[in-house]
């Protein structure tokens, strides 16, 4: 048999990126190593194992106790449609509280399983005014449930969770919370606030490829489950058989071929989390976050968000007037090998997002970005003023 010759791969091989989007994020050497481990069954004895530490390992970024963890074969959107499709039902009315795009598509998600979908929209850039929530809650008596995101991607802030969450349990409702920018970077309390259901993705502050949405499922989300009226529409995103599959009741039931590799890789990522201290992870993201803002602020751009809300993981800033956004973001990407995002939804083409998540988290990915700028800025027709952003992120750094 003669051998087919292919033609060249455009891309032979993966050039090497800093990754200041939203994700993902760069991934650490010990995680990709993690993932080149040989080949093992999802059903062999050593894998089973290996689940159980990573549930343990998922239940102590998640700052939880009680509740029952497992990671959906799925990025971060699997474990939100997981959520609404196993814990809604049918006409099941639930309140979105609404501040950016990702909450969106919440309510997209709610539409179709056919919940009597409640959104309370809120303006972008801000926390979500938690009186709004507590007005619409007394216009109801059968809420099953109350959604909000941690940290909304699209805006860069950081929504308070406690009086929500408090609002949530004194109307008897379970309480769903995105947490896939959050996990890792932030502290999210699944316990203190008392939430049902809270997913995250491996492709952000958990420093992992994505492919994976780590869960966190109270026991009275369990028992909604269980008691459910009728199977969830969805088979391969029910948190029931995936429950037991992940062995939340002892025994295993085979469900789908688990992403065995990427599995390896969310221990390792939890691994490197955990041993670096979650505190001390929390405080690097956000020096990093101080130190890129003084240094946007230097060149005369603003950080969107008040500095009190502002999420530590991504920096949303305003693009100056006059500046294309795309040739901004291309120069940084061909000329330094620097990923940005741009804006989502109703800020697009207005702000840029820069990432600063996980392992992308660093001083000198910080110090290379702003020095990158100040070539890119001046030929997009905004000047800078020569060594003022790696100056002021110094300072920072410095203090
Ligand atoms: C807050 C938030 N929720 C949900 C998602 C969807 O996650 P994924 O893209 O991993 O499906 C994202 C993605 O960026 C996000 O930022």
């Not at 303006?123 to 008596?141: I, Q």
């Not at 805006?155 to 947490?179: I, Y």
């Not at 890792?184 to 049902?196: I, K, S, T």
């Not at 905004?382 to 060594?387: D, L, N, Q």
């Amino acid at each position: 048999m003669s051998q087919t010759v292919l033609p060249e791969s455009a891309v032979p091989s993966i050039p090497t990126r800093i990754l200041l989007g939203p994700g993902p994020s760069n991934v650490s050497p010990r995680v990709l190593q993690a993932m080149i481990q040989p080949m093992i069954g999802y059903l062999d004895p050593d894998f089973m194992l290996i689940m159980d530490e990573v549930r343990e390992l998922l239940k102590r970024v998640y700052q939880t106790e009680a509740a029952n963890t497992l990671a959906i074969s799925g990025t971060g959107s699997a474990g939100m449609e997981a959520g609404l499709s196993s814990l809604l039902e049918p006409g099941d009315t639930v309140v979105m509280c609404i501040y950016g795009f990702f909450c969106e598509r919440m309510v997209e998600m709610a539409s179709r399983i056919g919940a009597n979908v409640v959104p309370l929209r809120a303006g972008w850039g801000r926390p979500f005014p938690e009186e709004m929530l507590e007005e619409e809650l007394k216009k109801h008596t059968n809420v099953k449930m109350v959604t909000a995101i941690h940290a909304e991607t699209s805006t860069g802030v950081r929504q308070p969770m406690t009086n929500l969450a408090r609002l949530a349990k004194e109307n008897d409702a379970l309480l769903m919370v995105d947490s896939v920018t959050s996990l890792g970077g932030n502290e999210v309390l699944f316990d203190q606030w008392d939430a049902d259901y809270a997913y995250s993705a491996t492709q952000k502050c958990l420093g992992c490829p994505p492919g994976l949405s780590p869960v966190a499922v109270s026991d009275r989300a369990v028992d909604v489950m269980r008691n459910r009226e009728k199977a969830p529409v969805s088979w391969y995103l029910d948190l029931s058989l995936l429950g037991n599959y992940w062995g939340w009741e002892g025994n295993r039931v085979y469900h789908h071929t688990a992403p065995v590799s990427m599995i390896l890789a969310l221990r390792e990522g939890l691994r490197l989390a955990l041993s670096e201290g979650l505190t001390q992870r929390f405080q690097r993201h956000t020096l990093n976050a101080k130190a890129l803002c003084a240094g946007l602020e230097a060149f005369g751009l603003e950080c969107v968000v008040p500095e009190e809300h502002r999420l530590a993981q991504i920096t949303v800033v305003q693009i100056p007037d006059g500046v294309d956004d795309s040739s901004v973001r291309q120069s940084l990407l061909r000329n330094f090998g620097i990923e940005i995002g741009g804006g989502l939804g109703e800020l697009a083409g207005k702000v840029w997002r820069i990432g600063l998540m996980g392992e992308s988290s660093k001083a000198e990915y910080v110090l290379a970005l702003l020095s990158a700028l100040e070539s890119v800025l001046p030929k997009a027709g905004y000047e800078v003023a020569h060594g003022s952003g790696v100056a002021a992120a110094n300072n920072v750094f410095k203090s």
